[in-house]
Nanobody, 116 residues
Framework: VQLQASGGGLVQAGGSLRLSCRAS????????MSWYRQAPGKQRDLVAY???????TYADSVKGRFTISRDDAKNTVYLQMNSLKPEDTAVYYC???????????WGQGTLVTVSS
């Protein structure tokens, strides 16, 4: 199973980006799909996660600006990021929990840079 994240880039403060992360390989059903981020010199923190039951949770710092969504038929999770701030600059990682394997899979990370 491999997770491929994409959509990162350079954007000005106030702008928007949409991240995507698609799982490929021998996949069946994922329970949790989530996004994390890691800024330089800092730990990796949860940004948002979505369960197969439809519930979502967001870090306080992104509430009202970011939206996580998923397409289970495509084994893909998205992160719509609006009103971006310089402090959102980080490498963003997707993570998916594959029920069959009882294992969390990570994507390779995609860099988001927000200029002031």
């Amino acid at each position: 199973v491999q997770l491929q994240a994409s959509g990162g880039g350079l954007v000005q403060a106030g702008g928007s980006l949409r991240l995507s992360c698609r799982a490929s390989g021998s996949v069946s059903s994922f329970n949790e799909m989530s996004w994390y981020r890691q800024a330089p010199g800092k730990q990796r923190d949860l940004v948002a996660y979505s369960t197969s039951g439809g519930s979502t949770t967001y870090a306080d710092s992104v509430k009202g600006r970011f939206t996580i969504s998923r397409d289970d038929a495509k084994n893909t999770v998205y992160l719509q990021m609006n009103s971006l701030k310089p402090e959102d600059t980080a490498v963003y990682y997707c993570r998916m929990y594959l029920t069959r394997d009882r294992f969390y899979y990570w994507g390779q990370g995609t860099l988001v840079t927000v200029s002031s």
